[in-house]
């Protein structure tokens, strides 16, 4: 089991940044993947970006070239850095951990706010 703690979410202007941080509470260094999804008001949680334990990375379209994802073993700790925030990219944004398949962990999710 891994316990997931979002820091890092809050209110920043249109064409600002932010960076979300995901602590684990145990070792991710054989997590096979972890990543954020994001929910929006009156939508349905959508997947952001992925890093698996190999380094191979994976985003939506719609943050492609805008959002970084990256991971620190050492501080078993995910990032991602968002750059050039649109007001669509307002919502939710929740941690995830998937060690094996067909097991997930989520953390409590964490607030971004993009004002035009």
């Known amino acids: 089991q891994v316990q997931l703690v979002e820091s890092g979410g809050g209110l920043v202007q249109a064409g600002g940044s932010l960076r979300l941080s995901c602590a684990a509470s145990?070792?991710?260094?054989?997590?096979?993947?972890m990543g954020w999804y994001r929910q929006a008001p009156g939508k349905q949680r959508e997947l952001v970006a992925t890093i698996t334990s190999s380094g191979s990375l994976n985003y939506a379209d719609s943050v492609k070239g805008r959002f970084t994802i990256s991971r620190d073993n050492a501080k078993n700790t995910v990032y991602l850095q968002m750059d050039s925030l649109k007001p669509e990219d307002t919502g939710v944004y929740y941690c995830?951990?998937?060690?094996?398949?067909?097991?997930?962990?989520w953390g409590q999710g964490t607030q971004v706010t993009v004002s035009s």
């Open positions: 995830y951990a998937n060690p094996v398949l067909g097991m997930m962990y």
């Open positions: 145990r070792s991710i260094f054989s997590i096979n993947a």
